[in-house]
């Protein structure tokens, strides 16, 4: 079965230090690849995904992921933490046998230190 | 509008009560989906519907009973709740194919007492 791992559940950061959050998959065949950003009492906002092409992808706030087939890895980064980026973040995979399936990684806080 | 519409944001419920949660969509997106999200837990994943048609029940107990009325609305009728049951609902739609990205409401925050 496909499935996410992510590596720390807890991911303290300076503000204005590099973000890096670990998220491995685990697949036969190259899966599609999502990173969610979920606020306190909020839902879901997708922050970037990878299908197929480049294998750096770059989203919203600043935030890339590579998508690396050796190691099965798509982790996130941010060169500058913000306070605003405080948040949980959950990554994903979709199934490719069926399609729209979503199954998200156990996630990580990010706490962002003044 | 790339919204998803959940509502209400906040219920309260007994156990021998019936509610119904619903969820809007007006992207054309033909896949939809309850995902059951509990306190520093990621979303878990209740049931797809794909053309109104539900495709995925993840063993979810009966006391929950999803509907698509439409390719617009998606609805999830709840009773006689466990406590346990209390959580976030998360409602999601995307396109159909495993290459899209799912968008996601703001949840219905539920307890039950």
């Known amino acids: 079965a496909q499935s996410v791992t992510q590596l720390g559940s807890h991911v303290s950061v300076s503000e204005g230090a590099l973000v890096l959050l670990r998220c491995n998959y685990s697949?036969?065949?190259?899966?599609?690849l999502f990173w969610y950003v979920q606020y306190p009492n909020q839902g879901l906002q997708l922050l970037l995904k990878?299908?197929?092409?480049?294998?750096l992808v770059k989203g919203i706030n600043g935030f890339e992921a590579e998508f690396k087939k050796s190691e099965t890895s798509f982790h996130l980064t941010k060169p500058s933490a913000h306070m605003s980026d405080a948040a949980e973040y959950f990554c994903?995979?979709?199934?490719?046998?069926?399609?729209?399936?979503?199954?998200f990684g156990t996630g990580t806080s990010l706490t962002v230190i003044p | 509008d790339t919204e998803v519409t959940q509502t209400p944001k906040h219920l309260v419920m007994g156990m021998t009560n019936k509610k119904s949660l619903k969820c809007e969509q007006h992207?054309?997106?033909?896949?939809m989906y309850w995902y059951k999200q509990k306190a520093k837990k990621p979303p878990e994943l209740m049931f797809v519907?794909?053309?109104?048609?539900?495709?995925i029940n993840e063993s979810v107990p009966s006391r929950f009973s999803p509907e698509c009325p439409n390719s617009s609305l998606l609805n999830l009728h709840l009773h006689a709740l466990q406590p346990e049951d209390s959580a976030l609902y998360l409602c999601?739609?995307?396109?159909?194919?495993?290459?899209?990205?799912?968008?996601f409401g703001q949840g219905t925050r539920l307890t039950v007492v």
């Open positions: 994903a995979v979709s199934l490719t046998s069926t399609g729209n399936q979503f199954y």
């Open positions: 990878y299908t197929t092409g480049a294998t």
């Open positions: 999601a739609s995307s396109q159909k194919g495993a290459r899209t990205e799912a968008f």
């Open positions: 697949s036969s065949v190259p899966p599609y």
């Open positions: 519907y794909s053309y109104e048609k539900l495709s």
């Open positions: 992207m054309g997106h033909r896949a």
